[in-house]
């Protein structure tokens, strides 16, 4: 039996006689365009996809889109040109309407015939950008003081003031007050805003469990509206897990090892599924789920030794570790190392399943182990992630047209349909049946219709 040293938080060193692979250790009024010279310009053209998702989400047309995206070039040019001109009398910018008209602000009346000669609208305000971006800075250095009811503040040029988001509005007046910025310039305005940061799960990544213990996310999936991802059994040795910058991530919702060697994780409202695998500084999609067969290649990432490929050596293996035996796992001759446990095993597109144990290291080469995805997705009744929302995103030629007999070993794609004991069934996730899977087993790959 392979002795596999873990090394911890304090710096010293265990060692383990254990083939599974834990590892410890230790992100107004819409003015006409712009005149003169530079409107006769020709229009920029978007990368690929903007213009659209512009008429999308802004409720454009194609036309506006185009012409936003020129204004929004040549206002850039202007406004950075009469910044400098007015000087200390600038107020601020911004644009309007749904093509990008530029208005300049100014504390300076006389000011406004050379605003208006660059094509720009003309505001005069009473408070300087400068008087504005002091009394913010007054706010910013009392932070510290600031009540968590009060999570929001920025300058906004439209007002022509300083804005407080606040709950509880008495509680922010007095964080105003205590700040010593010019109470003038600012206004509290109540608003139940609580803003949190966001953090993307994807396979390969690192997370912690508990104070110490590292692993490796194998797919991120969803339950419901629940986010979460599968990773290895012996890697739940604590409840409570963090990503790999350290912050709150999810907890265990089941764990099964030996027997067995898969888990899931519910991960808290900071993190989003997302359907990738860590590749060599890249985003590699996952698309599907179906079972690669013997000498096909695989690749696995981990948080230890990154990403590493090689080919399936055997399907439905069984495997002794010192805590018992794993069945129907699959062995592969990929490499990997102590904290890559959990971590995603993909061939092509295709999700295949999370590392296990194994032998050797990825300096001389070795053996390991992954349990096959589809086994946890339909234990815990679990959604793979995949790019486009759905399963595979054409059907295998494999599959077999709608209504005919469910069979093992099988490729079927989302949105299939079989029978299966006088009952139709579609399939809702992309995958290689076995048996076992029979559609009533697996209400996560099947819905009954």
């Given amino acids: 039996m392979l002795r596999i040293r873990h090394s911890v938080l304090a710096g010293c060193a265990l060692t ?3 083939l599974a692979f834990p590892a410890t250790m230790a992100a107004a009024q819409p003015a006409t365009s712009p005149q003169g010279p530079a409107a006769a310009q020709p229009a920029p053209q978007p990368p690929p996809g903007v213009a659209e998702a512009m008429q999308r989400d802004l409720g454009l047309s194609a036309e506006q889109a185009q012409t936003r995206l020129a204004n929004e070039q040549r206002a850039g040019q202007t406004e950075a040109s009469l910044r400098a001109r007015l000087s200390d009398s600038f107020g601020g910018s911004w644009l ?38 002091g009394a913010k800075e007054a706010l910013d250095r009392a932070a510290a003081k600031a009540p968590r009811t009060a999570p929001v503040w920025y300058v906004d040029v439209r007002t022509n003031s300083v804005v407080v988001l606040s709950s509880q509005p008495a509680k922010a007046e007095a964080f105003v007050a205590a700040s010593g910025a010019d109470r003038s310039l600012v206004r509290v305005e ?16 690192a997370y912690y469990i508990g104070s110490g213990t590292r692993c490796s996310i194998g797919f991120p ?15 739940a040795v604590a409840s409570s897990t963090s990503g790999s910058n350290r912050v709150a991530q999810g907890t265990f919702q089941g764990s099964s090892f030996p027997v067995n060697d898969y888990a899931w994780v519910a991960a808290n409202s900071s993190w989003t599924a997302q359907p990738w695998v860590y590749s060599n500084g890249a985003n590699l999609p996952v698309r599907g789920a179906n079972v690669a067969i013997e000498g096909a290649s695989v690749c696995r990432s981990g948080s230890t030794t990154g990403w590493h490929c090689g080919t399936v050596q055997q399907r439905n293996s069984s495997v002794t570790y010192q805590e018992g035996t794993v069945y129907e796992v699959t062995r592969t001759n990929v490499c990997a190392e102590p904290g890559d446990s959990g971590g995603s095993f993909i061939s092509g597109d295709q999700a295949q399943g999370v ?5 050797g290291n990825c300096s001389s080469g070795g053996t390991t182990y992954f349990q096959p995805v589809g086994e946890i997705l339909s234990t815990y009744g679990l959604t793979l992630k995949v790019e486009g929302g759905g399963g595979n995103p054409s059907p295998s030629p494999s599959n077999p047209p709608g209504g005919t007999t469910w069979q093992a070993n099988t490729s079927y794609a989302a949105g299939a349909t079989v ?4 009952v139709t069934y579609r399939c809702l996730q992309g995958h290689t049946s076995m048996a076992g899977w029979e559609p009533p087993n697996v209400p996560a790959l099947w819905q009954r219709v």
């Fill in 16 to 18: 383990v006689a254990a």
């Fill in 96 to 133: 309007n309407g749904p093509t990008a008209s530029l208005v300049v602000a100014t504390t300076d009346a006389n000011a406004v015939p050379g605003i208006v000669a660059t094509g720009a609208e003309a505001k005069v305000v009473q408070h300087s950008l400068t008087a504005l971006d």
């Fill in 190 to 205: 109540q608003s139940a805003e609580q803003p949190r940061t966001f953090y993307d799960l994807r396979g390969g990544d």
């Fill in 221 to 235: 999936v969803t339950r419901g509206t629940t986010q979460g991802f599968v990773t290895a059994g012996h890697c």
């Fill in 355 to 359: 590392t296990s144990g194994g032998t």
């Fill in 419 to 422: 029978t299966y004991g006088g």
